[in-house]
Each structure stands twice: as C-alpha cells, then as structure tokens.
C-alpha cells in the first residue's frame, strides 16, 4: 500500500498561483497512477488532473486546462499539481489519490490541502 500527504495548499488572491504537492510512502512509487481532485463546500467531488506511473500520459479536466500543470518525480516519491491564474470558484479541498497500475479504482487517498482563493 501507499500513504500520501498532500501540502502547499493556503490563501492566494485571484490571479495568484499555488504549487501543491503529494508526498507518497510505501511501495514503490511508479507502480502507481496518480490524480488530483477537489470538492469545494456543498458540490461533488470532481477529477482535476492525472498523471501515469511513468509520468508519460497526462489528462486533465476541462477546469484545469491552460491554467494547471500535474507532474511527479518519481525518485522523491512526490506528485506536484502546478496552478495558475486561480478564481474564486478554485476554492476546495484537493486531494491526491493513487491507484495501482493494475487496479481500476483509485484506493489510496491523502487527508486533502486547503486552497483558498479570494481577496
């Protein structure tokens, strides 16, 4: 199995930019696909962004396109969600979350990271 600790989360202005991070431990890191999501106060959790084990197929939601970036470093065990030109409606609790390769469902999940857009 695998644990993950999400951090870099906080308070930004709109227009601002956030770089938030997932740290993994457990077995070996590339074995996992991983993905970012977030749930914002009183709506649904929605996919953000995803990144294979090899880091070489990307996908994201259409309210991430132009303005994130996913990316992982697989020697420090770390998932990395890049986010620019943040809104308001930004607002929510991201969660990293893993799955093996092998596995259709995502079964690993961190505790989530705050990120609060406003002025």
């Known amino acids: 199995q695998v644990q993950l600790v999400e951090s870099g989360g906080g308070l930004v202005q709109p227009g601002g930019s956030l770089r938030l991070s997932c740290a993994a431990s457990g077995r070996t890191f590339s074995r996992y696909h991983m993905a970012w999501f977030r749930q914002a106060p009183g709506k649904e959790r929605e996919f953000v962004a995803f990144?294979?084990?090899?880091?070489?197929?990307?996908d994201y939601a259409e309210i991430a396109k132009g303005r994130c970036t996913i990316s992982r470093d697989n020697a420090k065990n770390t998932m990395y969600l890049q986010m620019n030109s943040l809104k308001p409606e930004d607002t929510a609790v991201y969660y990293c979350a893993a799955k093996e390769v092998s596995r259709y469902t995502y079964d690993y999940w961190g505790q989530g990271t705050q990120v609060t857009v406003s002025s």
């Open positions: 990144i294979s084990g090899s880091g070489g197929s990307i």
